[in-house]
Nanobody, 120 residues
Framework: QVQLVESGGGLVQAGGSLRLSCAAS????????MGWFRQGPGKEREFVAS????????YYASSVKGRFTISRDNAKNTVYLQMNSLKPEDTAIYYC?????????????WGQGTQVTVSS
């Protein structure tokens, strides 16, 4: 089992920045890939970014590429999402998630989410 706790959400003006953190416990952190997802008002949950177990590979949704950066610190069991140039459409609950290293594994572990609100 993996327990995930997000933090760092809040209210920010358009153009501003926030950094989300997700602390993991219950498993060796370097044995899991990590991802960030979000769910906006009235929308389905969508992929935002992911990072491999050693930080060597990252992926981003096209809507955030160039503005968001995912990173991880395996010594601190924490994954981050640096969000710059925020837009009102980035308003959502942001979730971190974890999946096993087995190819094709799904994201089976989820945090409770942290609210990000971007005002225009």
């Amino acid at each position: 089992q993996v327990q995930l706790v997000e933090s760092g959400g809040g209210l920010v003006q358009a153009g501003g920045s926030l950094r989300l953190s997700c602390a993991a416990s219950g498993r060796t952190f370097s044995s899991i890939h990590m991802g960030w997802f979000r769910q906006g008002p009235g929308k389905e949950r969508e992929f935002v970014a992911s990072i491999s177990w050693n930080g060597g590979t990252t992926y981003y949704a096209s809507s955030v590429k160039g503005r968001f950066t995912i990173s991880r610190d395996n010594a601190k069991n924490t994954v981050y999402l640096q969000m710059n140039s925020l837009k009102p459409e980035d308003t959502a609950i942001y979730y971190c998630a974890a999946r096993d290293l087995v190819p094709g594994a799904s994201y089976d572990y989820w945090g409770q989410g942290t609210q990000v609100t971007v005002s225009s």
